[in-house]
């Protein structure tokens, strides 16, 4: 770019550029801008004369940057967080006063163990902050979300996590299977389910195979240059329980949720195969957002919430929350 083109390049500008770039679309960042959509399109039009570049072609029927707009948009994320992060207020926060709204993205095989009591600490002492609690997106959304801030922080257990993101230690858990008490497993004297015998099964998982590197088991067994026969996906934990107890197919999970379940459920808990070893769930932040206050109160509420589960592990199981009483007809 010349020096006149720089000059032009406000920050007005690299927000709508940012934008642009991340939303793929005139449209939605028109509407989330407050504008109206011709007004974007001579905005980019102008961004294009400054960059010589198209940045945003037509792929079918949607938008895609080009090289360079891909390097724009990571350009913009690390500017911009740089500027916001220092005109930002440094103030303090209040969690009985705030309004903060939190996303958390979480495994889900913590979900009826873990996020009850988080979710119900924040709710005790902060009354107006709210928590979205959603289950892991693909690893460029991931990825994304966290360095653009739409993502506050991780609780994830996959066994290579990014080294580029701030990390903290939650808890471990031992790996077991879950088979309903027909399964030839739930007959066998076995102090461990032995490996070979533990791939030769049909498995039941809450993460499909292309995304193997985010699932504790399955990366684990890539490492080992394994891989195990997934017969079928579930969207959500909590269905789980239901698959199996109609079918020969395997649940391998930590012992926080096996233990819920077989409270209730006529199933075996065996411990898995041991070179799988354990299953270790940590938070993950981007570094944009390290020094923020609130960020700080929230993490000091993970890794409460994480003292808490482990003092109740401990003591007793975790008793199993209603939506999985009632057995399958």
């Known amino acids: 770019m010349t020096e006149q083109a720089y000059a032009s390049l406000d920050i007005r500008l690299m927000r709508t550029l940012r934008l642009l770039l991340t939303e793929c679309s005139v449209s939605r960042t028109a509407d989330l801008l407050g504008q109206a959509q011709p007004t974007v399109s001579l905005?980019?039009?102008?961004l294009r004369d400054i960059f010589q570049d198209p940045l945003l072609v037509r792929s079918g029927s949607t938008l895609v940057p080009t090289e360079r707009g891909l390097a724009l948009r990571v350009a913009m994320n690390d500017i911009?967080?740089?500027?916001?992060?220092?005109?930002?207020?440094?103030?303090?926060?209040?969690?009985?006063t705030s309004t903060r709204h939190f996303r958390i993205v979480a495994s889900n095989c913590l979900g009826t163990v873990f996020m009850p009591q988080l979710i119900g600490a924040i709710t005790d002492i902060a009354p107006g902050v709210s928590?979205?609690?959603s289950p892991l997106p693909s690893q460029e959304d991931l990825m994304s979300g966290l360095s653009e801030g739409r993502i506050d922080a991780v609780i994830g257990n996959w066994?290579?996590?990014?080294?580029?993101?701030?990390?903290?230690?939650?808890?471990k858990t031992d790996i077991v299977c879950l088979v309903r008490s027909s399964h030839r497993f739930a007959r066998r004297n076995w102090t461990r389910i032995p490996l070979q015998d533990y791939l030769n099964e049909s498995h039941?998982?809450?993460?499909?195979?292309r995304d193997a590197q985010f699932s504790p088991i399955d990366g684990r067994l890539l490492d080992l240059g394994l891989k195990r026969h997934i017969?079928?996906?579930?969207?959500?934990?909590?269905?789980a329980p239901y698959v199996l107890a109609r079918s020969d197919l395997v649940f391998t999970t930590g012992r926080h949720f096996a233990e819920q379940v077989a409270q209730t459920f006529p199933f075996a808990v065996l411990d898995a195969p041991e070179e799988l070893g354990q299953m270790h769930f940590y938070t993950l932040w981007h570094d944009r957002k390290h020094h923020s206050p609130d960020q700080a109160w929230l993490r000091r509420m993970i890794k409460n919430a994480s003292a808490e589960m482990r003092a109740l592990d401990r003591a007793h199981p975790l008793p199993l929350p209603p939506?999985?009483?009632?057995l399958p007809g």
């Open 159 to 171: 066994p290579h996590p990014p080294d580029h993101l701030r990390i903290a230690p939650m808890l």
């Open 80 to 96: 911009l967080g740089r500027i916001d992060s220092h005109l930002s207020s440094q103030t303090g926060f209040d969690p009985a």
């Open 323 to 326: 939506a999985l009483c009632e």
């Open 204 to 209: 039941l998982s809450p993460t499909s195979e």
């Open 43 to 46: 905005t980019l039009k102008k």
């Open 231 to 239: 017969r079928a996906t579930v969207p959500e934990y909590s269905i």
């Open 131 to 133: 928590i979205d609690a």
